[in-house]
């Protein structure tokens, strides 16, 4: 039984690895005061359980600041599942965010898939670019967030997922709102702690 308790510690590290943070608080340099500012928020950030909106301009350090939320968090040891909107192409969004059942849909997987919802139960979903998510996703995404519930893609039965969301935009969320461009209700769900990254050139 030691043996085995050994190797299952032993493994579990090895997937921290791959699917943990890879960057800490550490990785943010610099010692002005809008640095300084930016790592105090993300210390109350990942003491809580809330959803966390980070808005900052490209290139600023939006992942860092995620990564180093999930690694100061009570969540750490797990899963930090990242998905960039931007990356996929919107048709298949949906099934990596839900996964699938076998048989779905025609080319789908024998067995179905996992989504990555799922696979960040317990753990930490960053999505990068939301501001670019589909207009179609963008209702099940506040579902998610308002029922705790998720089903796969062909599946008969919803079930309970227990998930710390993280989001990033380059684009002001609340700009897209009032040009109708971003659903209010998911805003209003997202921009629960607000974390806005100064730009570069104001923290040389």
């Given at each position: 039984?030691?043996?085995?308790?050994?190797?299952?510690?032993?493994?579990?590290?090895?997937?921290?690895?791959?699917?943990?943070?890879?960057?800490?608080?550490?990785?943010?340099?610099?010692?002005?005061?809008?640095?300084?500012?930016?790592?105090?928020?993300?210390?109350?950030?990942?003491?809580?359980?809330?959803?966390?909106?980070?808005?900052?301009?490209?290139?600023?350090?939006?992942?860092?600041?995620?990564?180093?939320?999930?690694?100061?968090?009570?969540?750490?040891?797990?899963?930090?599942?990242?998905?960039?909107?931007?990356?996929?192409p919107k048709e298949l969004l949906e099934s990596e965010f839900f996964g699938y059942?076998e048989g779905a849909f025609t080319g789908a997987k024998k067995g179905g898939k996992?989504?990555?919802?799922?696979?960040?139960?317990?753990?930490?979903?960053?999505?990068?670019?939301?501001?670019?998510?589909?207009?179609?996703?963008?209702?099940?995404?506040?579902?998610?967030l308002q029922e705790k519930e998720i089903e796969r893609i062909g599946g008969k039965?919803?079930?309970?997922?227990?998930?710390?969301?993280?989001?990033?935009?380059?684009?002001?969320?609340?700009?897209?709102?009032?040009?109708?461009?971003?659903?209010?209700?998911?805003?209003?769900?997202?921009?629960?702690?607000?974390?806005?990254?100064?730009?570069?050139?104001?923290?040389?």
């Amino acid at each position: 039984v030691n043996r085995m308790s050994s190797r299952l510690k032993y493994y579990k590290e090895e997937l921290r690895s791959v699917r943990g943070a890879k960057y800490t608080i550490d990785n943010i340099i610099g010692e002005s005061r809008p640095t300084l500012d930016l790592k105090e928020k993300i210390y109350l950030a990942a003491r809580t359980k809330s959803t966390v909106l980070i808005e900052g301009e490209t290139g600023t350090g939006k992942e860092l600041v995620a990564h180093s939320i999930h690694d100061l968090s009570e969540r750490n040891l797990e899963d930090f599942i990242k998905i960039n909107c931007a990356a996929i192409p919107k048709e298949l969004l949906e099934s990596e965010f839900f996964g699938y059942e076998e048989g779905a849909f025609t080319g789908a997987k024998k067995g179905g898939k996992i989504g990555k919802f799922e696979l960040a139960d317990k753990g930490t979903l960053f999505l990068d670019e939301v501001n670019l998510l589909d207009n179609t996703l963008q209702p099940k995404l506040l579902r998610v967030l308002q029922e705790k519930e998720i089903e796969r893609i062909g599946g008969k039965e919803s079930f309970h997922i227990d998930m710390r969301l993280i989001v990033a935009t380059n684009k002001s969320l609340e700009s897209l709102v009032k040009k109708k461009e971003f659903r209010q209700d998911l805003y209003y769900r997202l921009n629960v702690i607000p974390i806005h990254i100064p730009p570069l050139r104001n923290r040389i």
